[in-house]
């Protein structure tokens, strides 16, 4: 035991000193956003162009378990998809948003419990501080409304902010389980006891301009999570689902992106 946690301390510094580099080689700044029970980390471009709407990108799970069922002592991601998306929108258009607990210690890691990557990882606590984070980068952008856009776990932590919101242009996710409910049964996973689920928050993001995107090889998420929030809208107003048979979970995101926002 001891072996691996020497291991993975390793790792997270290495992870940590990756993830510091990609945003600062783009010029961007970093910052770390009080947001009620948690600190966030974010990066934004030096200068955000003045505009009516800001793209704000949010991280996915990250390192949500080190092997199994043994929850991570950090939930910081090996590969950053979200800001490697952020930093191919149009520049000065677009920040980056961390989920709770990735990119932070010492007494930023506060709040930081296991189960908030985890059982608890769209909890209301969570929504909550996205949702002030977001306060925040709208503010420093001077923008009146937010274009939304989550990898993965971010997307529903996405979906979940601008459902409480009225000051949303637009939601696109990337493999997204949307309905995690229905995900974690199709993949007989722990349910995520302690967490708010999109699919039950339609109401209030049917009017909202959305697009989701899957991957056709993706079988970490896969499409039926999508389809099945999608599902619960009217069929008038159900948001389209688009996949792509040749992405997975990872491929091909970053490097097809700007043809695809």
């Not at 010492?106 to 306060?135: M, N, Q, Y």
């Not at 995520?192 to 056709?216: E, M």
Request: with cysteine.
């Amino acid at each position: 035991m001891l072996a691996l946690a020497a291991c993975t301390g390793v790792d997270l510094g290495e992870r940590r000193a990756a993830s510091a580099r990609i945003a600062p080689d783009a010029g961007w700044l970093r910052l770390d956003l009080e947001a009620h029970d948690f600190v966030l980390a974010a990066f934004v471009p030096p200068q955000l162009r003045p505009g009516e709407v800001l793209t704000v990108y949010i991280e996915g799970d990250g390192l949500a378990y080190v092997s199994g069922d043994a929850p991570s002592f950090d939930p910081t991601p090996l590969e950053p998809v979200a800001l490697r998306l952020a930093l191919r929108d149009v520049p000065g258009s677009a920040a980056y948003l961390a989920r709770p607990c990735q990119y932070v210690a010492g007494a930023a890691r506060r709040g930081c419990e296991a189960k908030f990557w985890t059982s608890h990882r769209f909890a209301p606590e969570v929504i909550r501080a996205t949702g002030a984070a977001l306060d925040m980068l709208k503010a420093r952008a001077g923008a009146r409304r937010l274009a939304l856009v989550g990898y993965s776990g971010g997307g529903d932590v996405a979906a979940l902010a601008a459902a409480g919101r009225d000051d949303i242009a637009s939601l696109t996710t990337v493999a997204a389980p949307l309905d995690h409910a229905a995900w974690t049964r199709a993949e007989r996973l722990a349910p995520l006891t302690g967490s708010l689920n999109p699919a039950d928050a339609w109401p209030r993001l049917r009017h909202i301009p959305q697009k989701h995107y899957v991957g056709g090889k993706d079988r970490v998420v896969g499409e039926a999570p999508a389809r099945a929030y999608a599902g619960r809208f009217p069929a008038s107003e159900r948001p389209p689902v688009v996949v792509l048979p040749e992405f997975d979970h990872a491929c091909c995101w970053v490097e097809r992106w700007p043809e695809l926002k």
